[in-house]
């Protein structure tokens, strides 16, 4: 997994992916999914996003190759798991539960395509079964988390009291991730 942040690759409508680095496959077929004109989201719901999606995809490799302690849940895994595949189902299955619904359809599709590139057999199911499992382990950790929960501006003229913080900050627009 050398050079994970290496040249990203993604052709419109379909997976421009060499396959020889699936972290940055993948992190580059998430991007437009995250960051789209049809659901535009702000840019602190985005970076969690993203970093919900790679701490999936790390707990996916950690699982497949070993070496570091995984982030939310250890995991039993056959032996001849493709990262290939680990990583792909990681990173689909957390993308897709929480990228908008118009989203949904684009993540299917290079799902698809970048799984019929991995030779179908043992390892390629193995890998699979490994990154859905670590999906599901982030998942849980970040149920509940409130991101898309928008917290509304509740705007005072009274200043709070010496001593006391005003997380609204006085009046005006509601600020932007007021997650």
Known sequence: ?????????????????????????????????????????????????????HLAVYDAVVAVEGGYRPYAAPMRHPREADVRAAVAAAAYRTARSRVAPSQVGYLDAQYELYLARIPNGPAKAAGIQVGESAAAAVLRVRANDGLDEVVLYQCTSTPPPPGEFEPNGGCGTQPVDAN
């Not at 994970?4 to 437009?32: E, H, K, R, Y």
């Not at 535009?40 to 919900?52: K, Q």
């Open 1 to 53: 997994m050398k050079g994970i942040f290496g040249t990203m690759l993604l052709a419109i409508g379909s997976c421009a992916c060499a396959q020889n680095n699936p972290v940055a496959d993948w992190a580059a077929i998430v991007q437009p999914a995250v960051h789209n004109a049809a659901a535009p989201r702000s840019p602190g719901s985005s970076e969690i996003l993203h970093t919900i999606v």
